[in-house]
């Protein structure tokens, strides 16, 4: 992966950012990581939010392309995102800690890819693709080619794929399948080697990756069949020329084309064209299912398939999710139900879009965890529901809760959390079949043999083996059957996130004087409230709390765009919105309303009855609130006093071009002393002023009105000064209903300007600040007359805002000047040459400047001065504006003094990569609930605190539930000291999460390990750890040479002679009857390796094929059958092939030699010598038939693995081969999952499974997983003593002995060598974090 460092001018610190509402132009382009970061693209920039309490982590703006000689462009719309599928590298004896677990390819409408590392905010590679011509990127996938080598794969333009090398930056293959469009990318779960390709006409590339070279990638066409006629007529309409280079999304932005892997079974892929769901088997290469949308339901927009069930939930156009579920033994889905995900009450007109859905696969792992881990709930030890928020009826059973993420146009992301209920007396029955089911030898989790019989996933078993079809919907009609129980889906909204809600016209702070809290008071500036307001085009109001970087409120004001927004004091605004009659009369119909923040109260004001000949223009509101100014286009002035029924006091009919009132007055320092004089007038700098003398600058002028200005103004007036069309300056004073000219002293005449227009100004008593549209600066003392002026040599000035000033400022001059071009520059007015010691930034990086204003929140000199930024993107930016240095602008990360959330951010992915690796071991060795209590506030405040009460300070190790058998037990109380800073925040985990471990921690070994490693967003992993007890209780089966003490053997011996039967009666088992359930173990079905279980996957599988047709077709059912020892059936197959057929011969000859099953020593010579001639001619599977026939399974295994059937090969040897012949086939799968597929959490249980710990334990160690290795010894040396310990009970009740089992597991023994390493290897290992944890420093985000 890359480790080049960026570049300073590629870096931001983007802490203080809010980033605009994500559009259609983004292509729904969002990710979620196994860890739980969402990321989603919104504009410009992405987004990383926690999906768990939906806080918003950091925003990243992609940064503009630039091209030599030009000036920098506009940064365009990110249309991808995804996360690197790569977990916490735990390599610290070989490389440094890094982040490469948090990287995320990005890319854009200009084809470029960019690789960021999230920890850092910067871009570590650039991936260019050809310039011309630029074709925008529709999606983005990360492919593994080998363990630590990723390719990127990208749909490029239309109709383009292309894999990227992300070592050396290039592209390494190119497809063009023109002139289909293709639509998006997904890895295969099953292979990380293996993805495909979707089109928008159902062309299906179907691309295997095997290396980094050109010729090592694989690729096959297929077709899905479906209706085009829609897309043809698109095509049509649509307008030749560059708009064809875009991608399908920018093309087609509603005709959505998607798919996903199923996550349960191989070949299996679900597609949704606009109208129509479609099953597809890969290995068949046909479809197995399709089913048309019902009349009256939106087009699709997306599929998810759930992790845990067979389930599928699609997204629709208008905002709707309908829910799937597949019937029992087929691959049909039908629709259960169809769900709201934008609420109709409280959303604005028209109704938002939803872009994107997400499944959250972090939530289902830990769920995984939580029921194979922990008692039933309806035990006394259980008796809380951990992972739910909500409170559930008693009279209904939870069978299923999945979290889903949402996004939509409007800012808003939703948090949904979805459960699947049954009835009542469903409840009963599922408890009482669980009471009765057959308990396995060792439990799963800890040392409750009956933990999984009496367990909430054995009730949701039971209970759903007798559903088949599914009525959730109020809304529509149950198509299940009197015998069946109902089962009802429900949706509850669990969180949201509110980010700016649409395109940012306006920009206001607050900068209130005391009269506006206070009857009276002075005009003295109170604390103003670290709020920005932000008016947008859709009409709405959004409040920033720029403390917490967060949309704190958003009020929907106007029906249409904000186009003026002014402060009342601090807790009220006031804006306006004007529309157009139409364009005959000419009539404007003017909107203005006070918005309550307190209340949420939107009161319209001064509400005619007729249109108006003028609109307004613009807004200025007094710094007290008390008094408003309306400025109309060509019509006169008002003046309205803001009382609670707001009162006109007056209107000015003059040429007024712009109004500013007075700031609060500028507090002076403590000390009285002689003010520091200077001059604005300099040898390369030409001032005007009034009495041909040197003018003194602002800030010495500032102190030369002293009872001047303040005696003659009244503590409850207010001024504002204005400009006149004839370039004529004023100032006028409000006084209760009076308003008077405030006399103040005029400059010379040479002041006023006759070549340029005044467009803005900005007054703070005594100055004037004015620009004018041919870019040059004026200022005015309205108490002394004195006057000075440059020019900036720009275009037009749009507007002034002077910086707010605290007591001991060492300038009082110091302006933001915003230019008609968007860029913005800020001058020192109390230096010698403003114009020279400028901070200019000529552009923002990436977009334009459309408004800024300076945050008021400054409360010390040392404070740094922070401008507030409303982007062209629609983002809303904090800038810090370093004015001692020329280099000027950072991104604000100092100037809020304390970050506020209003829950802990508990994301252990987040922290350094050593502390993140220390909290890992220290939840794998067990650590006291306790430990997760604080006496904080922060966590005070929960609303639920962990059981047991804080042990003492001194000693940490008191912390741990004991000392740990293996390592140095020095380090546990050192990684707890690194750990108490996040300890002491409550970001280490949430109340939920804390609360399972709290009940996971004393399970053993392997539960603590599959929790450690769900919460860092190992699936894999925590599967391993789930089902690790299942293999070495497999395992020991096999070894123990007493049959009749295993009573599960007693269905492996009984295994062939069922089979049949329940095959050859109609192909299918009787529902509930089967062990499984589709509502039940989920992704642990990846993790399968036991004889039956094969075999029933298998045996479901020939059901979806039945009703296919074609002699390829034939061929594969063949084969399944013979899989799985139904040769009645394959006989019965083989014969019924035409003699027309070209396999006529071959499957003749085939059926006879299955049928036969007399005399077989002659037979099985000539069916070996025939078998080989068959493979090594044709390649085909009919050796391996023929070898079937003849009892010669081990050699059929072995031909099946050698043409890449391996799940076949498994089948196979379930069903006919046990014992060592068994492991043999088992051990050669793990070999291939391991090495082919690098898939090593698959391969470890494969291998657990055959017998090969030493096998396991040399793969963790090649994978240089050195704490894993450790903990892999002690999880499998507890379960071997539980086994042991069961057997002995069970030997004492039946009078037998247990002699034959080994002491140790055969491998793992003390006196090993690979394990003594092992040891040596981990405690080198913790010294290492040891150190790299002292170094890092806390993380701070």
Not at 611 to 621: C, G, W
Not at 649 to 659: G, I
Request: aromatic letters at 8%; charged letters at 20%.
């Amino acid at each position: 992966m890359p480790s080049s460092r960026p570049l300073p001018s590629d870096s931001w610190d983007c802490n203080f950012m809010l980033p605009g509402p994500p559009s259609r132009n983004n292509f729904g382009s969002a990710d979620l990581s196994p860890s739980g970061l969402l990321a989603f693209a919104s504009g410009s920039s992405i987004s990383i939010l926690d999906s768990r309490s939906l806080q918003l982590i950091s925003t990243i703006p992609i940064p503009p392309p630039t091209s030599a000689g030009s000036v920098a462009s506009l940064s365009p719309f990110v249309t991808a995102v995804k996360w690197i599928p790569i977990t916490l590298r735990c390599d610290l004896l070989s490389t440094e800690p890094g982040s490469s677990h948090l990287l995320l390819a990005a890319a854009d409408r200009h084809g470029r890819v960019a690789l960021l590392d999230f920890r850092l905010r910067s871009v570590v590679l650039w991936i260019d693709p050809d310039p011309n011509p630029k074709l925008g990127i529709q999606d983005l996938c990360w492919i593994v080619s080998k363990p630590d080598s990723f390719v990127l794969a990208a749909i490029n333009g239309p109709s383009v794929l292309s894999l990227y090398n992300t070592t050396s930056a290039s592209c390494m293959w190119k497809y063009d399948a023109s002139p289909e469009y293709l639509s998006c990318i997904r890895r295969n779960p099953f292979d990380a080697r293996h993805f495909c390709v979707l089109g928008l006409k159902g062309l299906l590339l179907s691309v295997r990756v095997l290396g980094q070279k050109e010729d090592e990638v694989v690729v096959k066409e297929l077709q899905i069949q479906t209706d085009c006629t829609e897309l043809l007529k698109l095509e049509r309409e649509l307008s030749a020329g560059a708009a064809s280079l875009s991608p399908a999304s920018g093309l087609f932005p509603l005709y959505m084309v998607k798919f996903t892997f199923s996550p349960h079974w191989r070949h299996i892929i679900f597609v949704t064209f606009p109208r129509e769901l479609v099953v597809f088997d890969l290995q068949y290469e046909t479809p197995l299912f399709s089913a048309a949308l019902p009349r009256g339901c939106a087009k699709f927009l997306d599929v998810l398939a759930d992790p845990n069930n067979d389930l599928l939930y699609c997204a629709h156009l208008d905002g709707k999710l309908s829910i799937w579920r597949r019937k029992e033994g087929e691959q049909v889905h039908v629709m259960c139900t169809m769900e709201e995900l934008i609420p109709s009450i409280g959303t604005s007109v028209p109704s938002p879009s939803i872009l994107a859905v997400l499944v959250s696969q972090s939530e289902s792992t830990i769920q995984n965890v939580a029921k194979l881990c922990l008692d039933a709930p309806h035990s006394p030890s259980a008796n809380v529901d951990i992972d739910s928020p909500f409170e559930f009826s008693d009279d209904t059973l939870l069978l299923s809760k999945t979290h889903l993420i949402s996004i939509s146009d409007d800012g808003k992301v939703w948090n949904w959390l979805l459960t699947a209920e049954g009835a009542g007396d469903l409840q009963k029955d599922a408890i009482k079949s669980g009471m009765d089911a057959d308990v396995i030898d060792v439990a799963l989790c800890g040392t409750n043999t009956n933990s999984m019989a009496s367990s909430a996933d054995v009730q949701a078993l039971e209970a759903s083996k007798q559903l088949e079809h599914v009525n959730g919907s109020r809304n529509r009609p149950s198509n299940s059957t009197s015998s069946q129980a109902d089962m009802s889906f429900k949706v509850s909204l669990d969180g949201q996130l509110q980010i700016l809600s649409s395109t940012v016209t306006m920009l206001a702070v607050p900068s209130p004087s005391l009269t506006a809290t206070l009857a009276r008071g002075g005009n003295y500036p109170a604390v103003a409230v670290p709020l920005v307001a932000l008016g947008t085009q859709s009409g709405a109001v959004d409040v920033v709390d720029v403390s917490a970087n967060a949309v704190t409120a958003s009020f929907s004001v106007h029906n249409g765009t904000v186009r003026g927004l002014r402060w009342l004091g601090n807790s009220r605004l006031v804006s306006f919105s004007y529309s157009q009659v139409n364009e005959k009369s000419g009539g404007y119909i003017n909107r203005l309303v006070v918005t309550c923040l307190r209340s949420g109260i939107n009161r319209a004001f001064r509400v005619l009855q007729k249109p108006e000949r003028a609109p307004i223009r613009a807004l200025r509101a007094s710094s007290s609130g008390r008094y408003l100014l309306i400025l109309f286009r060509d019509a006169p002035v008002e003046v309205w006093a803001m009382t609670k029924n707001p009162i006109m006091l007056r209107s000015l009919a003059l040429p007024f071009t712009v109004l500013e009132w007075t700031l609060p007055t500028v507090p002076r320092p403590s000390q009285t002393g002689p003010s520091r004089q200077s001059s604005l007038s300099s040898k390369d700098h030409k001032a005007d002023t009034t009495d041909g003398v040197s003018t003194p600058t602002i800030a010495s002028s500032s102190d030369s009105k002293d009872a001047s200005s303040e005696g003659s103004q009244d503590d409850t007036s207010e001024s504002f000064a204005f400009a006149l069309a004839n370039g004529a300056l004023g100032v006028f004073e409000v006084h209760g209903r009076r308003i008077r000219d405030f006399r103040p002293k005029w400059p010379s005449s040479s002041f006023v300007s006759s070549d340029g227009l005044i467009t803005a100004m900005a007054y703070r008593l005594p100055h004037v600040v004015m620009g004018d549209r041919s870019g040059n600066i004026r200022w005015w003392d309205v108490t002394t007359g004195h006057s000075s002026q440059f020019s900036t040599h720009r275009e037009g000035i749009r507007r002034i805002k002077f910086s707010p000033v605290v007591p001991g400022d060492r300038s009082r001059g110091r302006i933001a000047v915003l230019f008609h071009d968007n860029t913005f520059s800020v001058f020192d007015l109390d230096s010698q040459d403003p114009l020279a010691n400028s901070l200019l930034q000529p552009q923002f990086p990436g977009t334009l400047v459309l408004e800024l204003d300076w945050l008021p929140t400054r409360t010390d000199k040392n404070d740094p001065l922070v401008l507030c930024i409303a982007g062209a993107d629609s983002s809303f930016r904090l800038i810090e504006v370093n004015t001692e240095k020329k280099i000027g602008y950072t991104s604000q990360s100092r100037a809020i003094k304390e970050r506020f959330r209003p829950m802990p951010l508990c994301l252990p992915i987040l922290l350094p990569t050593s502390h993140a690796l220390a909290l890992r071991m220290i939840l794998q060795l067990g650590v006291k609930p306790s430990w997760f209590n604080t006496c904080s506030t922060t966590i005070k405040k929960r609303p639920h605190l962990i059981p047991g009460t804080p042990a003492s300070q001194k000693d940490l190790r008191s912390y741990m539930i004991g000392l740990p058998p293996i390592g140095d037990t020095v380090v546990p109380e050192m990684l707890l000291k690194v750990l108490e800073p996040y300890r002491k925040e409550g970001c280490i985990l949430d109340d939920e999460r804390a609360r399972l471990y709290a009940t996971v921690v004393n399970k053993g070994y392997a539960a603590r390990f599959a929790f450690a490693a769900a919460v860092f967003g190992e699936t894999s992993e925590a599967l391993f750890w789930l089902q690790l007890p299942r293999a070495l209780n497999h395992l020991m089966r096999k070894l123990k040479r007493s049959p009749q003490k295993a009573p599960r053997l007693a269905f492996n011996s009984e295994l062939e002679d069922t089979m049949l039967s329940r095959i050859t009666s109609k192909g299918k088992s009787t529902p509930g009857t089967e062990r499984r359930d589709s509502l039940s173990e989920g992704q642990l079905r990846l993790m399968a390796f036991e004889q039956e279980e094969l075999w029933e996957t298998a045996a479901e599988r020939i059901t979806w094929h039945e009703k296919l047709e074609g002699e390829q077709a034939i061929q594969n059912r063949v084969h399944e059958l013979v899989s799985v020892g139904n040769l009645e059936a394959a006989v019965s197959l083989l014969l019924s092939t035409s003699p027309e057929s070209s396999y006529f011969y071959a499957n003749a000859l085939r059926a006879v030699a299955l049928s036969s099953a007399v005399s077989r020593s002659l037979l099985e010579l000539a069916v070996k010598v025939v078998a080989a001639n068959m493979v090594r001619n044709d390649r085909s599977l009919s050796g391996t038939h023929l070898l079937c026939a003849v009892g010669r399974y081990q050699e059929a295994c072995s031909q099946l693995q050698d043409a890449g059937c391996w799940t076949d090969a498994a089948t196979l040897a379930a069903t006919h081969l046990k014992g060592s012949d068994y492991a043999r086939v088992l051990q050669r799968w793990a070999d291939h999952v391991h090495h082919v597929e690098h898939n090593i959490w698959r391969a470890l249980i494969l291998y657990v499974a055959a017998g090969g710990l030493q096998e396991a334990l040399a793969a963790l160690r090649e994978a240089q997983h050195p704490d894993t290795a450790a903990m892999f010894v002690l999880a499998c040396r507890e379960i071997y003593a539980e086994i042991i310990t069961n057997l002995e009970n069970s030997d004492d009740e039946s009078g037998s002995s247990t002699n034959n089992v080994p002491d140790n597991l055969p491998g793992l023994s003390p006196e090993n060598e690979d394990v003594r390493a092992v040891g040596e290897y981990f405690g080198q290992y913790q010294r290492k974090l040891v150190h790299l944890c002292m170094d890092s420093q806390p993380f701070n985000e």
